[in-house]
């Protein structure tokens, strides 16, 4: 965290510095893009009237020097206009430091074409809108913005009395040019705060957003899972299951519900206490999810000893290979504190989710193939029906 006297002038923690940098680039990119678009409209109309105006551009050597100062900003709008586009890849401090070099420069022409100004006359005409608009128009520090104008207010005060009027004017002069100068460093000191507050305000929201989206998805996570086995559960199977069968209407991609359950689950128990119950059914949970991760399956606790497996994309051969591949398995895993392995009766039912398939009956035929492996002696595979085929 920053400190209170820091943070005064930083309206951000200065973690979300880089963050809040590259926005407010993005800012000023606009903005200063405007602004080097309108300067280079204006230099080059001035310009052109130049041309056409009674004695050439350089008919004196005071227009001379305003030829040489519209030309000298046509070229530095362009280059920065083509440094702009080029560094938009840098990052945002980088970006922010060129547009206060361009708007430093800026500020130095407007000090000398009042300076020109002066000789004719006509006071502190182009002091007076350049650096306000400098000001609005980019993206400026505190300290960018003292510097920048205030080094413009002391250039011009110690020019100016060398001018003709100058000395006369000095008061005047003195006066306008420091209400000028602190309104324009306020000016850009308060759309700084205000544009890089907004932005930090918003980082914030949006890094809170995704916490709660973390959290939530964590929690939805929880809600799915099997606390014991780390198996998905009952909830998941009726939430996202089946929505993913009703959003596979009309399709004939073959879908297999395999219902596996422990064989004397209740025995095993009685004989050697609930905990080995508990780690028998977490070393076939990891059995189950070494399985499922061979395709689109998806395994879930249904309750028990009772586990169910949506094979998406499963044909009837290839789901009764596999479950055999599993029973396997299962039969000869043994937990680490060394208590017996044990066996798995599994029923298969294959149907392709197309029509009014009703996921119900889908379970229904899966559970009832399992019955018949266990009615046939256990510790084998079943495959009960066929399914529908398209038509």
């Not at 909830?235 to 004397?264: K, N, T």
Request: proline share 3%; with cysteine; charged share 20%.
């Amino acid at each position: 965290m920053i400190s209170r006297n820091t943070q005064a002038l930083l309206p951000f923690d200065e973690q979300y510095r880089g963050e809040v940098e590259t926005r407010l680039a993005e800012d000023a990119y606009r903005t200063e893009h405007f602004l080097a678009l309108c300067i280079l409209f204006m230099q080059s109309l001035l310009l052109f009237i130049f041309c056409f105006r009674a004695g050439g551009p350089f008919f004196s050597p005071r227009r001379t020097g305003y030829t040489l100062l519209y030309f000298l900003l046509i070229v530095f709008t362009l280059l920065f206009l083509w440094a702009r586009r080029r560094t938009r890849h840098r990052s945002g401090a980088f970006q922010l430091r060129l547009g206060a070099a361009y708007a430093g420069l800026v500020c130095l022409w407007s000090c000398a074409v009042t300076c020109l100004d002066q000789l004719g006359g006509n006071g502190l005409v182009v002091f007076s809108y350049m650096l306000p608009a400098l000001a609005a128009l980019t993206v400026l520090t505190l300290h960018q913005s003292i510097l920048i104008f205030g080094s413009a207010f002391l250039i011009i005060n110690l020019a100016l009395p060398f001018l003709p009027g100058g000395i006369h004017n000095l008061f005047s002069n003195l006066i306008n040019s420091f209400a000028l100068s602190s309104l324009s460093i306020f000016i850009a000191w308060r759309l700084y705060l205000s544009r890089a507050s907004a932005h930090y305000g918003n980082i914030l929201v949006q890094k809170q957003y995704q916490e709660l989206e973390r959290v939530n998805q964590k929690l939805e996570e929880l809600a799915d899972t099997d606390q014991l086995t780390g198996l998905n559960n009952r909830r998941y199977l009726e939430r996202h299951i089946r929505q993913r069968l009703e959003d596979m209407r009309g399709s004939c991609l073959p879908v297999a519900g395999l219902m596996v359950d422990i064989d004397f689950f209740k025995q095993y128990n009685d004989k050697y206490g609930h905990l080995a119950g508990d780690e028998c059914l977490r070393v076939i949970a990891e059995e189950i999810r070494r399985f499922a991760a061979q395709g689109d399956i998806h395994a879930v606790r249904y309750g028990g000893e009772e586990f169910f497996l949506c094979w998406i994309g499963c044909g009837t051969q290839e789901a009764q290979e596999g479950a055999e591949r599993l029973r396997k398995a299962v039969s000869v895993a043994q937990g680490p504190s060394g208590y017996p392995p044990v066996t798995t009766s599994i029923g298969i039912h294959v149907r392709v989710p197309w029509g009014n398939t009703d996921f119900e009956d889908f379970l229904r035929q899966a559970d009832s193939a399992l019955y018949q492996a266990k009615a046939e002696g256990r510790n084998r595979v079943v495959v009960k029906g066929w399914g529908a085929v398209c038509p």
